[in-house]
């Protein structure tokens, strides 16, 4: 790598900046990466390219190689999966991200983040979802907020969305039929109803506990298994740790729930909140307070958003779910 001061990562093809940066890379691996085998993801979102190859280190293991790496993903990456240098990871290291041989922050002169981690086979738990995929999920998501809880305390502001511009939004595309939504007089009656209600939902909301590193995109197509079982099969590993930040842990766990509105049956009779909840006591973090109404209140303004983005996102069967929620859990939460 360069030894000057980098330049700004270069705007292209993420394939052929991978291709043309792949001697840099292997050089700053000092010579334990092997030949790479670019191919493109379905796992993966945004602009990122991944290969294929091997780290020798005393002994050979298959891994992928990802590149531009945004920074928040590259810290947590580093942070909680990190391998140290000169040796692999015993058998059963089952920590639930993906292992980090090598990373960077900076790759031939330019300012570009990038990771060598471990090669997960097989398919992510959206393949074929069941009981036991999300109960394993949300085990996981539990191990996932303690790892992180140990490696950083949590802290900072949390993100925070306008939750009136958004649900102001959804009345605009009710309002000018951007949007083929069924119910079109209960949804304007709902997101009144919510928006009266705003300033009770917004200060509750807002003084929730921040008691958690939450993932931030919690849902089967991010979780793969590592085969280490005598059966092939083990432990999940979470992918995609660009959206990893402060809040309440119950963000995950409705954010996992809403995935199946309109497809509840798909969840197996499994309660997102409580089961989470019951991990998290399980591997000694909090759950304090009135979780279930926090758990409400977050159902309610996401299902509120919704008319205003159905034109991008969702199927009638989830706008019919969310408007439910409103009509359901508004008059339980502010009467």
């Given at each position: 790598?360069?030894?000057?001061p980098?330049?700004?990562?270069?705007?292209?093809?993420?394939?052929?900046?991978?291709?043309?940066?792949?001697?840099?890379?292997?050089?700053?691996?000092?010579?334990r990466?092997?030949?790479?085998?670019?191919?493109?993801?379905?796992?993966?979102?945004?602009?990122?390219?991944?290969?294929?190859?091997?780290?020798?280190?005393?002994?050979?293991?298959?891994?992928?190689?990802?590149?531009?790496?945004?920074?928040?993903?590259?810290?947590?990456?580093?942070?909680?999966?990190?391998?140290?240098?000169?040796?692999?990871?015993?058998?059963?290291?089952?920590?639930?991200?993906?292992?980090?041989?090598?990373?960077?922050?900076?790759?031939?002169?330019?300012?570009?983040?990038?990771?060598?981690?471990?090669?997960?086979?097989?398919?992510?738990?959206?393949?074929?979802?069941?009981?036991?995929?999300i109960?394993?999920?949300?085990?996981?998501?539990?191990?996932?907020?303690?790892?992180?809880?140990?490696?950083?305390?949590?802290?900072?502001?949390?993100?925070?969305?306008?939750?009136g511009?958004?649900?102001?939004?959804?009345?605009?595309?009710?309002r000018?039929?951007?949007?083929e939504?069924?119910?079109?007089?209960?949804?304007?009656?709902?997101?009144?109803?919510?928006?009266?209600?705003?300033?009770v939902?917004e200060?509750?909301?807002?003084?929730?506990?921040?008691?958690?590193?939450?993932?931030?995109?919690?849902?089967p197509?991010?979780?793969?298994r590592?085969?280490?079982?005598?059966?092939?099969?083990?432990?999940?590993?979470?992918?995609?740790?660009?959206?990893?930040h402060?809040?309440?842990?119950?963000?995950?766990?409705?954010?996992?729930?809403?995935?199946?509105?309109?497809?509840?049956?798909?969840?197996?009779?499994?309660?997102?909140?409580?089961?989470?909840?019951?991990?998290?006591?399980?591997?000694?973090?909090?759950?304090?307070?009135?979780?279930?109404?926090?758990?409400?209140?977050?159902?309610?303004?996401?299902?509120?958003?919704?008319?205003?983005?159905?034109?991008?996102?969702?199927?009638?069967?989830?706008?019919?779910?969310?408007?439910?929620?409103?009509?359901?859990?508004?008059?339980?939460?502010?009467?």
């Amino acid at each position: 790598m360069s030894g000057g001061p980098s330049s700004p990562s270069p705007v292209g093809d993420p394939q052929t900046l991978a291709a043309a940066l792949a001697p840099a890379l292997r050089e700053a691996c000092g010579g334990r990466l092997g030949e790479i085998e670019w191919f493109r993801s379905t796992w993966q979102r945004g602009g990122a390219a991944t290969g294929f190859a091997q780290w020798t280190d005393g002994e050979s293991r298959p891994v992928v190689v990802k590149l531009p790496v945004g920074p928040r993903e590259h810290r947590w990456a580093m942070l909680l999966g990190a391998v140290e240098a000169g040796g692999l990871p015993p058998i059963e290291d089952d920590r639930p991200v993906p292992r980090i041989f090598a990373g960077g922050d900076s790759l031939g002169g330019y300012d570009l983040g990038w990771l060598v981690m471990e090669r997960l086979d097989g398919h992510t738990l959206g393949h074929a979802i069941d009981r036991g995929a999300i109960e394993d999920l949300l085990r996981t998501a539990a191990r996932f907020h303690a790892l992180a809880e140990r490696a950083r305390p949590v802290e900072g502001p949390p993100p925070e969305r306008e939750w009136g511009a958004l649900i102001g939004r959804s009345r605009e595309a009710l309002r000018a039929h951007e949007v083929e939504i069924g119910d079109a007089q209960r949804w304007n009656e709902a997101l009144k109803r919510v928006q009266r209600a705003l300033p009770v939902l917004e200060t509750a909301w807002r003084a929730r506990p921040l008691d958690a590193w939450c993932h931030g995109d919690l849902h089967p197509g991010n979780a793969m298994r590592r085969a280490t079982g005598a059966d092939g099969v083990g432990p999940c590993v979470l992918l995609d740790l660009a959206f990893v930040h402060p809040g309440c842990w119950v963000e995950d766990a409705v954010y996992l729930e809403r995935q199946f509105w309109g497809h509840e049956d798909r969840l197996g009779g499994i309660k997102p909140v409580s089961m989470l909840a019951k991990f998290r006591r399980e591997n000694g973090l909090r759950t304090d307070g009135d979780y279930g109404t926090l758990a409400s209140i977050r159902r309610v303004l996401m299902a509120a958003c919704v008319p205003g983005v159905a034109a991008q996102e969702g199927t009638p069967s989830y706008a019919s779910a969310a408007l439910g929620i409103i009509e359901r859990v508004l008059p339980q939460i502010v009467r």
